[in-house]
């Protein structure tokens, strides 16, 4: 077995400098012939930087036991950079064969663009259709039917922390089953000398998740999937109402004067130590890099999903699977990229990669024994409990990038009581068909 080098090539902001074996024509002497796995070939991947990039490195050496000639190249550039450029990037004659990118936004533009191979192959193939959420499926689906990306690792968003012991402390067993219950913890929690719900509203990713938290449970699922279509652009009918009320009351309930005001970091650190009950936000903050590095020994830490609003209604919880990888076209090594592809979603990677990454799995078949062998236990525990209760596509995935700032004004003026369920309902309405014109 041939050892091979993995080289992280970091490419100056705004430069198109690729490895130049990423084989510009499909006749290139460097390209991958998949009857010589042995063969020494380079397969160039394009990423931001972070920690994909510790992912895709730690993946190739995995990877070189089935590959053995393989090098893989990780060139990196600046974030906004590579948003902007990338359909160009992708189709000059220094693109690469591989490339990160958001299952979202500007995934339509790299499409469109003509610079990206279907995958559909791919995915039935691998069987992805068995072992993948329906949203993660979903995703990266074009408007031709066809997928040209796939998700390879996850995060959660909402999730509701709580604090075992504050919630002893004022007399209340057990985590509550529907959002009529949330609300009345509030005075038992106020009571007995803590905050009852915090989570940084002054940052519109922690504001949108209100929406969120509320929009999905007061809505059946038919409304909520014409709403993440846009074929309902109308805040105003009586579901929304009803989600937009229980915002309010929120509000009323559980958050502490000026709320709205409480930045992320200051949120999560009152109930790091001790002095909110709850806090709301993503899978992201979990783990020794957030609350798990910060939590206090008075704080017996509890994870649990949103409860439904409604008889019967819905629990589940959004599911963020846009962190994807591409294959591009007439490299040469596109059936090297899809073999890639497909390792950095099999079992045995999905299963382990905790070691280097803070997400979660986008398999939905790797049981909480075995996460916990390389995952935060919290984050083990939260992605095993999402998994089993169901997951739903977020809507602020949908939006246009204009939309959380918009939207962030106008959940803050409905926390802070400036405006009521109904204005906000209409002027929420207004925003959304102005941002679509």
């Known amino acids: 077995m041939k050892r091979i080098r993995l080289a992280t090539a970091v490419a100056a902001t705004g430069a198109l400098v690729l490895a130049a074996c990423s084989g510009e024509d499909a006749g290139d002497d460097t390209a991958f012939d998949p009857d010589n796995p042995d063969a020494e070939v380079t397969l160039t991947i394009t990423s931001t930087t972070g920690s994909n990039v510790d ?22 550039h600046d974030d906004d950079w590579y948003n902007q450029n990338a359909a160009r990037l992708l189709n000059s004659d220094d693109r690469p064969d591989l490339a990160w990118f958001w299952l979202t ?6 499409v469109d663009s003509g610079a990206l191979l279907p995958l559909d192959d791919l995915y039935e193939q691998e069987g992805w259709a068995d072992v993948l959420p329906e949203s993660t499926l979903n995703l990266p689906m074009a408007e031709d039917g066809q997928r040209y990306g ?3 690792n996850s995060i959660m968003s909402p999730l509701l922390m709580y604090n ?13 089953e529907t959002m009529e ?6 005075p038992q929690l106020e009571e007995a000398g803590y905050i009852p719900w915090t989570s940084g509203l002054a940052n519109p990713s922690q504001a949108t998740q ?10 059946d699922d038919e409304t909520y999937q014409q709403l993440i279509d846009k074929e309902i652009m109308d805040y105003t009918g009586p579901q929304m109402i009803a989600a937009f009320e ?4 929120m509000a009323n309930e559980l958050m502490a004067p000026g709320a709205v005001g409480v930045e992320d970091l200051e949120a999560r650190s009152l109930f790091a130590q001790g002095e909110a009950a709850f806090y709301s936000d993503g899978s992201w903050n979990l783990g020794e890099a957030g609350l798990g590095g910060e939590i206090s020994d008075d704080v017996d830490l509890g994870i649990m999903t949103y409860p439904p609003a409604t008889e019967g209604g819905n629990r589940t919880t959004g599911f963020y699977d846009a962190n994807g990888l591409v294959v591009v076209r007439d490299t040469g090594n596109e059936e090297l990229a899809k073999a890639f592809i497909a390792h950095a979603l099999s079992y045995e990677v999905q299963s382990t990669m905790g070691e280097v990454i803070t997400g979660t799995p986008v398999r939905n078949d790797i049981p909480l024994e075995v996460l916990e062998e390389t ?9 095993s409990r999402v998994q089993e209760e169901g997951t739903h596509r977020l809507f602020n995935t949908i939006m246009p990038g204009e939309y959380r700032p918009a939207a962030t004004q106008l959940i803050q003026g409905l926390v802070g009581g400036q405006l009521t369920p109904e204005e906000f309902a209409q002027q929420f309405t207004d925003m959304v068909q102005g941002l679509d014109h």
Do not use: C, H, K, Q
Not at 246 to 249: G, I, L, Q, S
Not at 375 to 383: E, L, M, N, T
């Open 55 to 76: 992912f895709f490195n730690w993946a190739a050496e995995s990877f070189r036991e089935e590959y053995p000639g393989v090098t893989v190249d990780v060139v990196t």
């Open 105 to 110: 936004g500007f995934y339509t533009s790299l």
């Open 150 to 152: 796939v998700a390879f």
């Open 164 to 176: 075992r012991n504050a919630l002893e402390a004022a007399g209340i067993d057990g985590e509550p």
């Open 181 to 186: 219950e949330l609300l009345a913890l509030g």
């Open 210 to 219: 209100l929406f969120d938290i509320n929009i999905r449970r007061y809505t």
């Open 246 to 249: 229980n915002m309010y009351a």
């Open 375 to 383: 995952y935060d236990p919290f984050v083990a525990y939260s992605y």
